[in-house]
């Protein structure tokens, strides 16, 4: 098998996304990583060349599932509200059935990586394209858009942290409400401030 092995690659890519997801960037060292993938600590440098591009590489895959889980809960033909609803229920039931996946996106987007390397991406996001085109139809606030994914993403992320870090049970009804109170937050006719 070559040391360039895909298997090995996603060996080490699946022990950082649970180290990350327990310790932190910080708190997990290469070699932390590597023993955990149970390979030696340089066959990690054979596939990524320091933690930062291996970090980048595994937002590069988390993101890549997340989208494909999106892209089957988007319905191009349904009315924005619909879309909204649809797509955001599915990126919370994506996080709340992969809270390693949420924790390390979390971390990913708030940390000095994400801001030299997601930008592109964060500008055709499919979600961000629903909250412009409402805005844009008047359906939603007229605000800028790092208000308008606020009140959207707000809410979301605060029920998958409360699961991803303490189990909290989060049932359907409490997805359905959550999604109806970012859409109810957003939308336009609550101008009035």
């Known amino acids: 098998m070559s040391r360039h092995s895909p298997a090995k690659r996603e060996s080490l890519l699946h022990a950082a996304l649970e180290l990350f997801a327990e310790q932190g960037f910080a708190g997990t060292s290469t070699a932390l990583i590597a023993k955990k993938a149970g390979v030696a600590s340089g066959t990690l440098f054979f596939h990524f060349n320091s933690k930062d591009e291996l970090i980048h590489a595994l937002f590069q895959d988390v993101r890549a599932r997340i989208e494909a889980h999106l892209r089957a809960s988007l319905a191009a033909d349904l009315p924005l509200p619909e879309r909204f609803a649809s797509a955001f229920a599915g990126l919370l039931h994506y996080f709340l059935d992969h809270p390693a996946e949420f ?51 707000g809410p979301l992320v605060a029920l998958a942290k409360e699961h991803a870090n303490r189990q909290t049970p989060v049932d359907e009804s409490m997805v359905r409400q959550t999604i109806a109170a970012c859409w109810d937050g957003l939308q336009s006719r609550h101008c009035a401030v």
């Not at 990913?108 to 991406?121: G, I, M, T, V």
């Not at 844009?136 to 790092?146: F, H, M, R, T």
Request: with cysteine.
């Open 103 to 153: 924790k390390f996106v979390e971390q990913y987007h708030f940390s000095p990586l994400c801001a030299r390397q997601d930008e592109p991406y964060r500008d055709h996001s499919p979600l961000r394209a629903i909250l412009l085109a409402a805005r844009e139809k008047g359906l939603v606030k007229d605000a800028p858009i790092l208000v308008l994914e606020a009140v959207a993403f």
